[in-house]
């Protein structure tokens, strides 16, 4: 289908595109354009007026933040996936991000779109949920941090305000920390039907920490701390993949069942921190 009329603004900086961005009701973002494109071609979404970001250079990087890492959110998955500081301190994110789409998909679409779009079957979210990173926001009011565990509120929804920017991305580092993203999928390329993000800190062969977080098992990023609480205590995969699910609530759709999923996030749970506990 083609889209509803819509005006079109190109922005040059972040506070520009803050300004267009309460210039007119209904307007909004374009960055990769990879998600909302086709809602634009489906009319899901019908702006009055689209800010485009893409040439926001200031928004594409990223740093080293000492305890963290600051990545732009016009980084695109692509440049993640290749980006020697990700692969050295957060290799579950270069690793996710080369899992997304295909090569189109990665060359254009960025993690500040994946963030924002709020949509539950992506796979940076879970990432930065069971990593506990920080999302850097600028709107007419400036600037503000807001923890992954509050920016997600449902489904294709967050806590950005109709004039807000997402402008950076803050994760802690790993360091010796085992980690595994296990992703399950109808067809080479898919959304996840079901996926499974684990991050495994170890001493003295116990496990003193562990993070485990779902896709597509809710209306956003699901953190599994009843899991992670049995993996601890019980330093035992089965009891904690036994208990994965018990925070979700997964939809029914032509991809699976709730009951199916259920079933599949153990059995990805138990693959997952395999390779997290093994690495
Ligand atoms: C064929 C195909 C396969 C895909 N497969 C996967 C997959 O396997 N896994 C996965 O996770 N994703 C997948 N995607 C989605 C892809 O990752 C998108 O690129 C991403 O979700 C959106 O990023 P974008 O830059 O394209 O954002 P856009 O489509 O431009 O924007 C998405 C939404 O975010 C808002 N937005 C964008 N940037 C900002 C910002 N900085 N601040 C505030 N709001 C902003 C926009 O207004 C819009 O509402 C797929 C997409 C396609 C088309």
Redesign the pocket.
Request: aromatic share 2%; proline share 5%; net charge neutral.
């Given at each position: 289908m083609i889209p509803a009329p819509f005006d079109y603004e190109i922005a040059e900086s972040v506070d520009q595109a803050v300004e267009l961005l309460g210039s007119r009701d209904d307007a909004?973002?374009?960055?990769?354009?990879?998600?909302?494109?086709?809602?634009l071609r489906l009319r899901f979404?019908r702006?009055a007026l689209l800010v485009d970001?893409g040439r926001v250079d200031e928004?594409r990087y990223v740093r080293d933040a000492g305890e963290q890492l600051a990545i732009g959110?016009?980084t695109?998955?692509h440049d993640l996936h290749h980006d020697p500081l990700v692969q050295e301190h957060t290799p579950i994110v270069s690793y996710t991000a080369g899992?997304?789409?295909?090569p189109?998909?990665?060359h254009?679409?960025?993690?500040?779109?994946?963030?924002?779009?709020?949509?539950p079957?992506?796979?940076?979210?879970t990432i930065l949920a069971a990593l506990d990173a920080d999302l850097v926001?600028r709107g007419p009011g400036g600037e503000r941090t807001i923890p992954a565990a509050e920016f997600f509120r449902g489904v294709f929804e967050t806590a950005?305000g109709p004039q807000?920017?997402?402008?950076e991305i803050r994760i802690p580092k790993l360091g010796p920390a085992g980690w595994s993203y296990v992703?399950f999928?109808r067809r080479a390329?898919?959304?996840?039907t079901v996926g499974v993000a684990a991050v495994v800190r170890r001493s003295n062969g116990t496990i003193d920490e562990a993070a485990i977080a779902l896709?597509n098992m809710g209306p956003k990023p699901v953190r599994a701390h009843a899991a992670e609480a049995a993996l601890k205590t019980a330093d035992d995969v089965n009891a904690a993949a036994d208990v994965v699910a018990q925070e979700s609530d997964p939809p029914s759709d032509t991809s699976g069942s709730a009951e199916y999923r259920r079933h599949l996030a153990q059995v990805l749970a138990r693959r997952a921190l395999e390779e997290a506990i093994a690495k």
């Open positions: 909004k973002l374009l960055a990769g354009g990879h998600s909302l494109i086709p809602l979404a702006p970001i928004l959110a016009m695109r998955h899992l997304i789409g295909d189109q998909v990665r254009r679409g960025t993690i500040g779109g994946s963030v924002a779009h709020g949509d079957a992506s796979d940076l979210p926001v950005l807000d920017v997402l402008t992703k999928t390329q898919d959304w996840a896709t």
